[in-house]
């Protein structure tokens, strides 16, 4: 007799999914080093990017190219026809139903690059901006090179190959970090972010083709093209729907207030999303096959949801409260004197910062238990609230679109909570659970970083000072209460576990 069969029946069960798990935690937890590294090191060289573009361009050069991205982020809701995501969270897919998600990735990507050169001189006569429209043609061509490799980029997601998507976005980052400086330096203007973004896409297709080894079939009906349409057009009227709550703000003040006034804000709001989305962006990664294969294990579910969420705050928190609090010397630093402007912007919109972690994570709830029609029709009431504030707050200028779009945003995070989690594994109160403890660290590590601002002279090292300063402030207020040392009991035992498949991997 088998030592399986000699156990009882529950045993026995409990067994069969220890066994069953331990490959795909293996498998996460590489991903979470790997995605994790290789988005420091994408964070690194981006920073760097984003500063040195900052100090060879001008705010209305960073405007003229902001001006095109509403129009952009607007066609990419359709490029993919939602159907990426499929790929992704689907525990079985077919070959045919691959190929299908391929071809029709690739014409929609040659109609809407096609769809967007059309409309480039719109633009321009919108903003009255006439280098607008030039911007916006040569950054929509690049829809038909994206077309043809999302799809090889969703199935490394969906075998969990993190390694190889990790080569291919920092070989993508890399490459068009250098494009866009080299141009930059050649006095280029606005166009030497357009050539970055170029260069990116152009070297990225290629190696994502070449790592993922997968070709599609040749283009035919499927008998389950209707059911992975129905997932995609729900993805996609979130997706139009958020577009709103994302990028009319920047319409309203490159329209009204001038393309100036856009840089700044601009500068603000990527300046401080771009760390968050180093960090959420990875996790999101191994979050969707993961919590997509366990969602028949509620309690496995249930901890691994949480237990990513934790990790996120911990790691996000203490570097946006410092941001916040040193805002005013880290733009002046990492800047200079001409975008002091920037700092209450980013400071403002660094308040929402706490809340977009927990946000962003709801939607893998809803992805994973099969209810983006739920989430479609938040998506739609949520995009409205943002719409208005927006509005209102113009006339304050970008300062005032900014805390109306945060006020907005914190008075709508507790009813999305509760929204995500009336029904699923996790429940609302295991959500609070996890965030209470987090966020009160986060009280601490501002009181920390505002008492040492006054005593330090200046400069980087006091803001290295100060931003150490937060983090150990966070760790040791989350040590004060049983729920917080539960959680950093959890984040040591993941990162001892971490390590282990670092070494192995």
Not at 76 to 91: E, I, K, M, N, P
Not at 199 to 208: C, F, G, K, R
Request: proline share 5%.
């Amino acid at each position: 007799m088998s030592e399986a069969s000699a156990l009882p029946p529950s045993a026995a069960d409990a067994a069969a999914s220890a066994a069953r798990w331990a490959p795909l935690r293996r498998a996460s937890a590489n991903g979470v080093v790997i995605s994790l590294g290789s988005q420091v090191v994408r964070l690194a060289i981006q920073l760097v990017y984003q500063v040195a573009l900052a100090r060879c361009l001008a705010p209305q050069d960073f405007g003229v190219v902001a001006m095109a991205w509403p129009v952009l982020a607007f066609v990419s809701l359709f490029a993919d026809c939602g159907l990426t995501q499929a790929t992704v969270q689907r525990q079985d897919i077919a070959q045919s139903e691959l190929s299908f998600i391929y071809w029709a990735n690739g014409a929609a990507g040659l109609l809407f690059a096609v769809a967007t050169v059309a409309v480039s001189p719109l633009v321009a006569r919108f903003y009255g901006v006439a280098e607008a429209g030039p911007v916006t043609a040569a950054l929509g061509a690049l829809f038909l090179v994206n077309g043809l490799f999302s799809q090889h980029l969703a199935l490394l997601n969906r075998r969990l190959a993190f390694a190889r998507l990790a080569a291919v976005d920092l070989a993508g980052a890399a490459f068009g970090a250098v494009a866009g400086l080299a141009a930059a330096a050649a006095g280029a203007g606005f166009w030497a972010i357009v050539i970055g973004q170029a260069a990116t896409s152009v070297v990225s297709a290629p190696l994502a083709w070449i790592l993922t080894r997968w070709r599609p079939d040749a283009p035919r009906r499927i008998a389950g093209a209707r059911r992975l349409i129905a997932f995609g057009a729900d993805m996609t009227a979130y997706g139009f729907m958020n577009y709103f709550a994302r990028n009319l703000d920047n319409v309203l003040i490159g329209r009204f207030l001038g393309e100036t006034s856009l840089g700044l804000y601009d500068r603000a709001y990527k300046l401080l999303l771009l760390p968050l989305t180093q960090i959420t962006i990875p996790f999101g990664k191994v979050a969707l096959p993961l919590l997509a294969r366990t969602r028949d294990e509620p309690e496995r579910y249930r901890r691994a949801y949480l237990r990513m969420l934790e990790i996120i705050m911990a790691l996000t928190y203490p570097g946006v409260v410092f941001a916040v609090c040193a805002s005013h010397e880290l733009i002046l630093v990492a800047l200079g004197p001409r975008w002091s402007d920037v700092a209450p912007i980013f400071a403002v919109l660094g308040l929402g910062a706490l809340l977009a972690p927990i946000s962003y994570s709801t939607g893998w709830l809803f992805i994973t238990q099969d209810r983006t029609r739920e989430m479609r029709n938040w998506g739609f009431a949520s995009s409205v609230a943002y719409v208005l504030s927006f509005i209102a707050g113009l006339p304050w200028g970008p300062l005032g679109v900014a805390a109306a779009y945060i006020a907005v945003g914190a008075l709508q995070a507790p009813i999305l909570w509760r929204l995500a989690t009336r029904s699923g594994p996790v429940g609302l109160r295991d959500l609070i659970m996890t965030v209470a403890p987090c966020l009160a660290a986060a009280g601490v590590a501002a009181a920390a970083t505002l008492a040492l601002q006054p005593l330090l002279p200046p400069g980087v090292v006091a803001l290295g000072v100060m931003m150490v300063a937060a983090y150990v402030a966070f760790a040791l207020a989350l040590a004060c209460a049983p729920s917080g040392r539960a959680i950093l009991r959890e984040m040591l035992g993941e990162s001892r576990r971490l390590g282990r498949s670092l070494r192995t991997a």
